[in-house]
């Protein structure tokens, strides 16, 4: 499993947290957790497979927002107590 990460301008309140988690959400229908931080200006979200990144670029500029990079790293679920 691998946890993408991507960096995002433009949001600049709750609303466009939830905008762009549904963006990617509807783009990628398997990704799993996807999260959003306007403070941070990045987006995350678990994906079981490689994540077309000209896909992701173009469902996140055609919601109005500035994609800037996206990364990826692999994933290791830790166990109840952090193990």
Do not use: Q, W
């Not at 990460?5 to 600049?12: A, H, L, N, Q």
């Not at 762009?20 to 959003?36: E, G, L, N």
């Not at 000209?54 to 996206?70: C, M, N, P, Q, R």
């Amino acid at each position: 499993m691998n946890k993408i990460t991507v960096k995002i301008d433009g949001m600049m309140c709750g609303m466009c947290e939830a905008h762009i988690c549904d963006t990617i959400r509807r783009a990628f229908p398997d990704v799993k957790k996807v999260s959003a931080s306007r403070k941070s200006g990045e987006a995350t979200f678990l994906s079981d497979g490689a994540v077309d990144e000209e896909a992701l670029k173009k469902a996140i500029t055609d919601t109005g927002y500035t994609f800037v990079s996206v990364s990826s790293e692999e994933y290791k679920k830790r166990g109840l107590f952090g193990r």
